[in-house]
């Protein structure tokens, strides 16, 4: 199994200029979300979906946007880059429901926006 | 938010000793995850704890939750080289269910 797979796994963007963060899992996992770490700040999430077709924002959701269509994926979109993204990304996903389960993490894309 | 704090933020042991980790944080949970992080990867889970149990145990590690005291800590036994990391604990919150909150974390160095 591939698990949590993000593509790609580093990229330079100039200020102002828009990309879209890839993230697929085969696991069937209705759970998926998006983070940044930053250093010393641990991971904040961004924004997070439970199913296709349904997202909503974590704690630091502006400059970001997502959609769902697919249970599989699960892009991260940056609208107009700014040097404050600059950060490590990671995607997981997981199952929702009334019972705990862990997060499946990828590996990151590292983002600098210069 | 109710972020968990990891104290402490960095730690240096010999292999064979025993290392632990605290995390604190702010809000009522359901559940608290700890997760291990090496360079340059992605988080790797290593145990849950719900809100109803006090004590858990996986292999060599052991986590303890004390909810009044709105904390856990992570207790890894005869370390190895190995387990140098970076270590996070994560909350789902009562009220804030599907968010996942984690803290700074704490970085592991075990010499050989």
């Known amino acids: 199994n591939a698990g949590v797979t993000q593509t790609p796994k580093f990229q330079v963007l100039k200020t102002g200029q828009s990309m879209t963060l890839q993230c697929a899992q085969d696991?069937?996992?209705?759970?998926m979300s998006w983070y940044r770490q930053d250093p010393g700040m641990g991971l904040r999430l961004i924004h997070y979906s439970v199913g296709a077709g349904i997202t909503d924002q974590g704690e630091v959701p502006n400059g970001y946007n997502v959609s769902r269509s697919t249970t599989e994926d699960f892009p991260l979109r940056l609208l107009s880059a700014a040097p404050s993204q600059t950060s490590v990304y990671f995607c997981?996903?997981?199952?929702?429901?009334?019972?705990?389960?862990?997060?499946?993490f990828g590996n990151g894309t590292r983002l600098t926006v210069t | 938010s109710q972020q968990g704090e990891e104290d402490p933020q960095a730690l240096s042991i010999q292999e064979g000793e025993n290392a632990t980790m605290n995390c604190s944080y702010k809000t009522s949970i359901n559940n608290l995850q700890w997760y291990r992080q090496n360079s340059g990867r992605g988080l790797v889970h290593l145990i849950l704890i719900r809100s109803n149990e006090r004590e858990k145990h996986s292999g060599r590690l052991r986590v303890t939750l004390d909810t009044s005291k709105k904390s856990s800590s992570l207790l890894i036994t005869a370390s190895r080289a190995a387990d140098t990391a970076s270590y996070f604990c994560?909350?789902?919150?009562?009220?804030?269910?599907?968010?996942?909150?984690f803290g700074s974390g704490t970085k592991l160095n075990v010499k050989p």
């Open positions: 696991m069937n996992h209705e759970y």
């Open positions: 994560a909350t789902e919150g009562v009220y804030n269910f599907n968010k996942f909150y």
């Open positions: 997981a996903s997981g199952v929702t429901g009334a019972v705990a389960s862990p997060l499946h």
